[in-house]
T-cell receptor, first 115, second 114 residues
Framework: GAGVSQTPSNKVTEKGKYVELRCDPISGHTALYWYRQSLGQGPEFLIYFQGTGAADDSGLPNDRFFAVRPEGSVSTLKIQRTERGDSAVYLC?????????????FGPGTRLTVT | AQSVAQPEDQVNVAEGNPLTVKCTYSVSGNPYLFWYVQYPNRGLQFLLKYITGDNLVKGSYGFEAEFNKSQTSFHLKKPSALVSDSALYFCAVRDAAAGNKLTFGGGTRVLVKP
């Protein structure tokens, strides 16, 4: 079946602009996660949703970052007033349920470049 | 707090030889441990996981990993490496008692030479 999809695959924006990154999880998966991967590093947790609600947003670096999942399926990560340090690959993952033994399945990522 | 260490930035191995990628972890409670592989311009692919039970876990593409509680390690192994195994490998841990986020190691690049 279809995996996790993310759009766009690449996004170039100017410093100070607003961007939205979209994630479509695997159908039927109730948990959705956002990670950020900087060059040469492992993914770092940002936020996760169980259904429509953000269950843990402790990884969001500051209040410029926000994510929603209004209908419990598609999620959008929103970054306001982008900075050059926001440049990274943003990964989305989903799992059948949150917690327990469920592995997370990752999308291909959105490469964000802030110039 | 939970953390993962992958002490080797790169592992070089000849095709047909055994492959080992090292991982150690730190958690407060019981660990759930995972290995993922990342190919260029592609997302992370799940390889295997340890939750409980048998310390030797078998996964995709002939990979296996051994959980060692006393050494807090979860090394990834493959008896006979293929050139196509060349990729970036990530170990990750979730503290069973502390939420659902994964904490990843920094990754180990594996290069299998023909």
């Amino acid at each position: 079946g279809a995996g996790v999809s993310q759009t766009p695959s690449n996004k170039v924006t100017e410093k100070g602009k607003y961007v939205e990154l979209r994630c479509d999880p695997i159908s039927g998966h109730t948990a959705l996660y956002w990670y950020r991967q900087s060059l040469g590093q492992g993914p770092e947790f940002l936020i996760y949703f169980q259904g429509t609600g953000a269950a843990d947003d402790s990884g969001l670096p500051n209040d410029r970052f926000f994510a929603v999942r209004p209908e419990g399926s598609v999620s959008t990560l929103k970054i306001q007033r982008t900075e050059r340090g926001d440049s990274a690959v943003y990964l989305c993952a989903s799992s059948l349920r949150a917690g327990g033994t469920y592995e997370q399945y990752f999308g291909p990522g959105t490469r964000l470049t802030v110039t | 707090a939970q953390s993962v260490a992958q002490p080797e930035d790169q592992v070089n191995v000849a095709e047909g030889n055994p492959l080992t990628v090292k991982c150690t972890y730190s958690v407060s409670g019981n660990p759930y441990l995972f290995w993922y592989v990342q190919y260029p311009n592609r997302g992370l692919q799940f390889l295997l996981k340890y939750i409980t039970g048998d310390n030797l876990v078998k996964g995709s593409y002939g990979f296996e990993a051994e959980f060692n509680k006393s050494q807090t390690s979860f090394h990834l192994k493959k008896p006979s490496a293929l050139v196509s195994d060349s990729a970036l490998y990530f170990c990750a841990v979730r503290d069973a008692a502390a939420g659902n986020k994964l904490t990843f190691g920094g990754g180990t690049r594996v290069l299998v030479k023909p």
